[in-house]
């Protein structure tokens, strides 16, 4: 709720801004957020480069003692783990920082569901919910002036499965670039797969899929969702392709400092 309030506020402003047009106020509102957001991204895609990078030296050190029970070994296992991350600069808790976007997000999702929805009543007439935005005013819910995102796709026609189908074409846009390995990882070792990491890795792709089929018929219940989805998709796919420019460079820096190899 907290988090809700000033996400709307920046979403009205905008709306207002284009002749009180919510597409626009949800296209520039996803941005702002999304873009202040980036840190979090970046500090959070820095991270998995150095665990990429760190992994193959990580393994060696754990087959070095992996006959090694004993309590010194593993201490001094332990050290040299340390001094591992130590040279690649990695905070063992950094994995943590991407969930520092979710409440954003969830902010987003519930300001876009909630303008659309407006005040809400009961049978009887009593106002259960009240909308804080947008008070006096009628809304263009219209994008391109013919999909209508405050109601569901079966209830906009044809034209309502326009961005459903978008959602799941953006998604996986996302998953096939997300798949590829960037330019530097081609330069990394990469250790052999055990059979249980690639059943992992099969039920992953099968749960990404999952999350697609997931995400498009919840698209299909409000086309403003499905709307924000596409957008946020989008700006996804351009932040991906800048990070793994961006990616590549760090590698070459390190490189050149000689923390890691040629």
Known sequence: QVMVVPIGYILEFFAKTFNNNFAMGVLFATIIVRTICWPIYAKSNDYMLKMQLLNPELQRLQQKYALRKDPEAQQQMQMEMMKLYKKYEINPLGCMVTFLQMPVFMAMYQCVVR???GDVY????ELLYESLFFKGVEIDHKLFGFIDLSV???KAGWQGWILPILVGATMLLLQYFGSKKPKYAKNVPTPQASEQAEQMQRTMKIMNYVMVGMMVVMSISSGALAF???VGNLYSLGQQLISRELSNRKYEK????GIIGG
Do not use: A, D
């Open 254 to 257: 390190m490189k050149n400092q």
């Open 122 to 125: 009961n049978e009887s007439g």
């Open 152 to 154: 569901s796709s079966q």
């Open 228 to 230: 924000y989805w596409v």
């Open 115 to 117: 303008i659309t929805v």
